[in-house]
């Protein structure tokens, strides 16, 4: 018995004494028809690409920056030493 108990399930619902009891959506669902099929598919398809954007909204910005960085780094670095 102590064995078979470890992979048991215990389910408790606790509830004010007159509320209403609502009923318990089952976890199988239906498949979708086709038209909700193709409507998410384009969410999915929508969502990507506006993250696409929202991340190149930040890479752009940094890259603008690591290359004003690196062209300055470069132009100060290729300017000969003055003789006093």
């Given at each position: 018995?102590?064995?078979?108990t470890?992979?048991?399930?215990?389910?408790?619902?606790?509830?004010?004494?007159?509320?209403?009891?609502?009923?318990?959506?089952?976890?199988a669902?239906?498949?979708?028809?086709?038209?909700e099929?193709?409507?998410?598919?384009?969410?999915?398809?929508?969502?990507?690409?506006?993250?696409?954007v929202?991340?190149?909204?930040?890479?752009?910005?940094?890259?603008?920056?690591?290359?004003?960085?690196?062209?300055?780094?470069?132009?100060?670095?290729?300017?000969?030493?003055?003789?006093?």
């Amino acid at each position: 018995m102590e064995n078979q108990t470890s992979l048991a399930t215990i389910d408790v619902s606790l509830r004010e004494v007159g509320a209403v009891v609502g009923i318990r959506q089952t976890m199988a669902r239906e498949r979708p028809s086709l038209g909700e099929a193709w409507d998410r598919a384009i969410d999915g398809f929508l969502g990507v690409i506006f993250a696409v954007v929202v991340g190149l909204g930040y890479l752009i910005p940094l890259a603008a920056i690591a290359f004003a960085i690196g062209f300055g780094y470069r132009r100060y670095r290729a300017r000969p030493a003055s003789a006093a």
